[in-house]
């Protein structure tokens, strides 16, 4: 069956609290769109709460930078609720930009510290637009739980600071990154790579994964850094935005890995920028 659509907070909040009085819990998916397979694994998450599910879709301008692919971000509303009604998602929210950002809309919810470095030294805009719509999406909602993939490791983070410290009463959980099968993270921008680029991208992975490999043997980050920044520029990764191994759940920078941590990147092919991230468990 078609998901029940809403554009307006008052309608998805009428129908949430319907579902509430009858006892059922509420799981939220918030999206851009342009939904792939690491999307809808969130959702079959989500439904695998048993209540019901709600999946945003909504392309928020506040996170792009005017020089960013705002415009050109890909936008196919009929084949994403067509995804959903296939994965039996009984709403999307889909609100138009004015019932986000009405007229005189002057707050902005920031998060300090972990979003510092990494995604927020490249992109200084990129965590203030997403902090702020999701900490909307979560109150106009009210959802018990809400599903973030690790693909998005910083915001992740981000979200989980956010919602303890404004004390929203929600549950955030995580689900892996999708892979296709050559290893490269699913992305809705992996649209714009040209079939040489999308032939040299899984190379990210790799060079992640054996990073891990070494670090969690004892490899210090320099090094395992050194020699991951030499690979990338070998395969072809005109520019690398950075290259880091961080602390798991604070993201500060790690000389060695005692406690679970991550190696995180942003790397650019062409006009393409691409992010990934890759666990690394202390061995011993
Ligand atoms: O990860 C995304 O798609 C977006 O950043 C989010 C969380 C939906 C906020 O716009």
Redesign the pocket.
């Known amino acids: 069956m078609a998901p029940s659509v809403f554009d307006s907070i008052a309608d998805l909040r009428e129908a949430v609290g319907a579902w509430r009085k009858d006892g059922l819990t509420v799981a939220l998916v918030?999206?851009?769109g342009a939904l792939h397979e690491g999307h809808m694994a969130l959702v079959r998450a989500a439904r695998a709460h048993g209540g019901r599910t709600v999946v945003s879709l909504f392309v928020?301008p506040s996170?792009f930078a005017p020089d960013e692919d705002f415009g050109l971000y890909p936008r196919n509303p009929a084949d994403d609720l067509a995804k959903l009604a296939e994965a039996g998602v009984e709403a999307a929210f889909m609100p138009p930009t004015n019932a986000i950002y009405p007229p005189g809309f002057a707050t902005t919810v920031r998060v300090e510290g972990v979003t510092d470095g990494l995604e927020g030294a490249s992109r200084p805009h990129f965590f203030d637009g997403?902090a702020t719509?999701?900490t909307k999406l979560l109150l106009q909602c009210l959802p018990d739980v809400a599903l973030f993939g690790e693909k998005?490791y910083q915001?992740l983070v981000a979200v989980r600071r956010l919602v303890a410290d404004l004390d929203i009463p929600c549950r955030i959980e995580a689900a892996p990154t999708v892979r296709d099968d050559d290893g490269l993270a699913l992305s809705s921008r992996n649209a714009y790579l040209s079939a040489e680029e999308r032939r040299a991208a899984p190379r990210l992975y790799e060079v992640l994964s054996w990073m891990a490999a070494a670090l969690s043997e004892g490899g210090t980050s320099a090094e395992a850094v050194a020699n991951g920044t030499a690979a990338l520029e070998g395969a072809g990764f005109a520019r690398i935005d950075y290259l880091a191994v961080c602390n798991a759940e604070t993201l500060a920078p790690v000389e060695r890995v005692t406690a679970p941590a991550r190696v995180l990147a942003a790397v650019w092919l062409g006009e393409t920028r691409l992010i990934d991230n890759v666990p690394v468990i202390p061995v011993g």
């Open positions: 918030p999206t851009m928020n996170q997403v719509v999701v998005d915001q």
